[in-house]
């Protein structure tokens, strides 16, 4: 199914950079930023599968329900949506997990309100010796709050995050 697209692609992507005939297929993506077609078949049905996990009446939804097809194909080469999405999500050890949504509509929610004290302090005397200031304004305002920390970093390949609450012995997971 997807071979007269390949060879679409590989033309259009030889044009586009004026490379020659003989130039690898490979360097061709590479030199473009384009994935082979078979990985983009494969990321935007595996996306579309999450998308129909997100709802429980969508219309598409038989398309990842079971069915009599799949224990009893007409050929050996048959594989459904469901089949090859389940295989692949196998494969790649994905799972894939409903999040629970507020019934809250976004505008009844209460807007945060941001203490920027410490950033005007910073300001306006120019020191760079803010934890003494820190504490204490972390004392006087908010001690009868819980307090959470969080930080997050990232690189080309990889993103983390931390999270503390404190006088809270417990362990998040970001996977």
């Not at 199914?1 to 259009?12: R, T």
């Not at 044009?15 to 384009?34: D, K, R, Y």
């Not at 790649?92 to 629970?100: G, R």
Request: charged share 15%; with cysteine; aromatic share 10%.
């Amino acid at each position: 199914m997807l071979k007269p697209l390949v060879k679409i692609q590989n033309d259009a992507l030889r044009l586009c950079i004026g490379a020659m005939p003989s130039t690898w297929v490979v360097c061709l993506q590479h030199a473009c930023n384009e994935m082979p077609l078979f990985i983009r078949h494969k990321l935007l049905c595996l996306k579309y599968k999450a998308h129909l996990l997100t709802f429980s009446d969508h219309p598409c939804m038989s398309l990842i329900e079971d069915c009599w097809q799949e224990r009893f194909p007409d050929t050996s080469d048959y594989c459904s949506f469901n089949m090859f999405t389940k295989t692949e999500l196998t494969h790649l050890n994905l799972t894939v997990e409903t999040l629970q949504i507020s019934n809250i509509p976004t505008w009844l929610l209460r807007i945060p309100t941001v203490d920027l004290t410490l950033l005007h302090f910073v300001h306006q005397t120019r020191s760079v010796f803010i934890a003494p200031v820190f504490v204490s304004h972390l004392h006087d305002m908010y001690d009868q709050f819980v307090k959470i920390y969080t930080d997050g970093s990232k690189t080309l390949t990889k993103a983390g995050c931390g999270i503390y609450v404190a006088d809270k012995p417990q362990v998040f997971n970001c996977n």
